[in-house]
């Protein structure tokens, strides 16, 4: 996971986040946790840089390492921002929680909102909008319809697809 507005607040401690984020985009998961190690020491009160330490470890195949991290992050991250206990869960360390922290979900979705359309769109090539709108434009006729709703629950894919077929789309 990114965590890009978690700053620890200590620009030498980001720069090390950062050199460990290239390492791991690189597959370099033990050197990603060896710098992150050193950033998390300087900045020991830093729930984020706990968190992306115990993915590197992870990812490292340090398990042992990771719930070391993850543990530190539970301790640390009271809102539950970071749901260490996930993380803890994945590895075995700790029992499924029965839900999850809306935080995290908050967090999470937050995060990804900024790339979501056109992750969706180029990088998964997403397209049933265009495919719908077709065979609405088919079905219809070439007529327009006075109203249209586009119900969706995502970024207004759809209303652009039929909003040329319909006097007032809402």
Known sequence: MRLPSHSSGDLIVDRRAGFALAL???????????????????????????KLLGDYRAGAGDEAGAIEAYRRVEGLDADGAFSATLSLAALGASALPGGTDTNYVEGLF?????????????????????????????????????????????????????????????
């Open 24 to 50: 791991a985009r690189a597959q370099d998961f033990a050197g990603a946790a060896e710098v992150m190690a050193e950033a998390v020491q300087i900045a020991p009160h830093w729930a984020a840089g706990w």
């Open 110 to 170: 937050d995060e990804y909102a900024p790339r979501f359309e056109t992750e969706l769109v180029r990088d998964l090539g997403y397209s049933v909008p265009p495919v719908l709108g077709r065979m609405v434009g088919e079905a219809l006729g070439g007529a327009r319809v006075a109203r249209g709703v586009d119900l969706g629950c995502g970024t207004g894919l759809m209303g652009r697809e039929i909003r040329a077929l319909c006097e007032r789309l809402e």
